[in-house]
């Protein structure tokens, strides 16, 4: 509702706490950093470009902003991986800022000016960041699938369809993603984006796959000094050896995670 959509945006006098919050959020800031100028320098007026606003926001944080465009049919899914982000939504009820911390498979968690964080379903943030794209002609629409005598589902569906289809040659370019830039320390871009972690993770599977596979040898080097055959050695042989398989395949998918960023 409308009381729920203004609850969200961020106004312009507070995007440069709502930046350093998103930041700290998705620690791209962490411990006591600091602004490296005065929040006087960040008084921007409403008149101001989006892009110049954010990128000059963002880099007192050592931070930089992305601006990214994207077609209509790709919104929804361009909202599950965008986080952290900063969107710009124009509704008939207020025009702010939308700004992304986080996201499940069905839901996306949105920052909110009162410090508190609030999951969002899927659809009605699209419905949000969509409604500037779709009212001029969602009436019109509207009405064209009533007179069909569709209701329910079936009108959210076909509704849904005609609006792909008749927006398709649309985009929505009012996204920010905010990012380390590529002159940020090599450590800072290693811790943020996990790869010590990984690399922890990494090294100790190693470690267990080692002791597993010394232990499993060492049964059958006793089963031979004791120059008898025990199901028991074999047996636990067997476990031993079988459970090397499933930690060797998350090693590889952790090394792979680990070149890939």
Not at 24 to 29: E, I, K, P
Not at 202 to 222: D, K, Y
């Amino acid at each position: 509702g409308a009381v729920m959509t203004l609850n969200l945006l961020w106004q312009h006098d507070q995007l440069a706490d709502g930046v350093e919050r998103l930041a700290r959020a998705s620690g791209l800031l962490r411990g006591t950093s600091q602004r490296k100028s005065s929040s006087a320098a960040l008084a921007f007026g409403s008149t101001q470009d989006s892009t110049v606003r954010l990128n000059a926001i963002s880099s007192q944080f050592g931070l930089e902003v992305e601006s990214v465009s994207v077609a209509y049919g790709e919104i929804e899914s361009m909202l599950v991986t965008a986080a952290p982000a900063i969107l710009e939504v124009r509704q008939n009820d207020g025009h702010g800022y939308l700004l992304l911390c986080g996201a499940s498979r069905a839901r996306i968690k949105a920052l909110c000016p009162d410090g508190r964080t609030q999951w969002l379903s899927r659809e009605y943030l699209r419905q949000l960041v969509c409604h500037r794209l779709e009212s001029p002609v969602q009436d019109d629409v509207d009405v064209l699938l009533t007179e069909a005598g569709l209701q329910g589902r079936q009108h959210q569906r076909a509704r849904r369809a005609v609006l792909q289809r008749q927006l398709a040659h649309q985009s929505f370019d009012q996204c920010w993603l905010l990012r380390l830039p590529p002159t940020a320390h090599f450590g800072r871009q290693l811790h943020y984006g996990g790869i010590f972690r990984k690399l922890a993770s990494v090294l100790s599977l190693h470690a267990l796959q080692q002791t597993l596979f010394m232990l499993a040898w060492l049964l059958i080097g006793r089963a031979i000094l004791q120059d008898r055959v025990d199901i028991g050695y074999f047996l636990g042989w067997l476990l031993l050896m079988a459970s090397l398989i499933p930690i060797r395949l998350i090693e590889g998918w952790l090394q792979a995670q680990v070149v890939y960023h």
